[in-house]
C-alpha cells in the first residue's frame, strides 16, 4: 500500500493479532493486511525457518515457532503471552482427501481428532489472552459441502466447523467467534496440493467463476480484517469463494 492508502486504513490501530500459520499463504497475507490497517501481529507457524523470512517482511511484534495441532504447545504459548490480544487467527489444519478403499483409519482418526482438538484448544486457551469483543476467526472451506469420492473426511469437517463456530460464539461471549469458509484459494498449499496440474486448475476457474478471476489470499485476509473490525459479527460462517458453489460442476 502507499502511504496516502495507509493512512485510509487504521481500522486495527493499537490492536494486536494472533495469526497462526502467518508464515505462507492466506496466513501471511492476513499479517501484512493487520500492519497495513495499523495493527500489530503475534505470527505464529510451524516451520521456524519459513517463520524468520515471513517476520523480516512483516516486523511482527513476536514470532512463535510451534505445531497448532499440539494442544499441549499451544496452551503453553497463549499462557505465556505476557499481554492481551485484541483478535486470534488460525489457518492451520489442511484437508485430508481419501477414497475409502485406499484410507488409513488410523491415520483418519488421527487427522480428524487432531483438527478438532485444535479448534476447540485454540477457544480454550486462548480466552483468557482475548479482550472482550474480540475475534477468534478460523479458516474453513466449501469443498467438502459437495458429495465426492474421496472427500468423507473433508466433508464430515465441513459440516462440523460451523456448528462449532456457533456454539463457541455463545460458550466465549462477548469474545466473537466466527468462520471463513474458502473455496479453491490461490496459495502455495494449493499448488502443492494439485502438483502440474495447479495451472490447469486456475485456468478452469478463470473461464468459469462468475467473478472471471482466481480468487486469492488477499481476498480472504481483506474479509478476515473486515470482520475483526466489524463487532456485530459473531457466530457465522462466512463463504468466499468467487461464486464456486453456484456452478453446476
Avoid at 505470527?43 to 513476536?62: G, I, T, W
Avoid at 491415520?107 to 489472552?129: C, P, Q, V
Wanted: aromatic share 4%; glycine share 10%.
Amino acid at each position: 500500500m502507499s502511504g496516502s492508502e495507509l493512512s485510509q486504513h487504521q481500522d486495527l490501530a493499537d490492536q494486536t493479532v494472533v495469526v497462526i500459520g502467518a508464515s505462507s499463504g492466506i496466513g501471511l497475507e492476513t499479517a501484512r493486511r493487520v500492519r497495513a490497517s495499523g495493527g500489530q501481529v503475534v505470527m505464529v507457524a510451524r516451520d521456524p525457518q519459513r517463520l524468520e523470512r515471513a517476520a523480516a517482511e512483516v516486523q511482527p511484534r513476536s514470532t512463535a515457532a510451534l505445531d497448532a495441532a499440539d494442544t499441549g504447545r499451544l496452551q503453553q504459548f497463549f499462557s505465556d503471552l505476557p499481554y492481551a490480544v485484541d483478535h486470534v487467527m488460525s489457518t492451520a489444519g489442511g484437508p485430508l482427501y481419501a477414497p475409502l478403499a485406499d484410507m488409513d483409519v488410523a491415520e483418519t482418526s488421527r487427522h480428524f481428532g487432531e483438527r478438532l482438538a485444535m479448534t476447540l484448544g485454540l477457544a480454550k486457551y486462548s480466552r483468557g489472552k482475548l479482550r472482550d469483543l474480540g475475534t477468534l476467526l478460523f479458516i474453513g472451506g466449501t469443498g467438502g459441502r459437495r458429495p465426492g469420492v474421496g472427500r468423507s473426511v473433508t466433508s464430515a469437517l465441513t459440516a462440523a466447523l460451523p456448528a462449532l463456530t456457533a456454539n463457541l460464539a455463545l460458550e466465549l461471549a462477548p469474545i466473537r467467534v466466527n468462520l471463513i469458509a474458502a473455496g479453491f484459494v490461490d496459495t502455495p498449499l494449493s499448488a502443492s496440493l494439485l502438483g502440474d496440474q495447479i495451472d490447469a486448475r486456475r485456468e478452469e476457474l478463470r473461464s468459469s467463476l462468475p467473478i472471471r478471476r482466481v480468487v486469492g489470499p488477499e481476498d480472504v485476509a481483506a474479509l478476515a480484517v473486515h470482520i475483526m473490525c466489524n463487532e456485530a459479527l459473531t457466530g457465522a460462517t462466512f463463504d468466499i469463494d468467487g461464486g464456486q458453489q453456484l456452478l453446476s460442476q
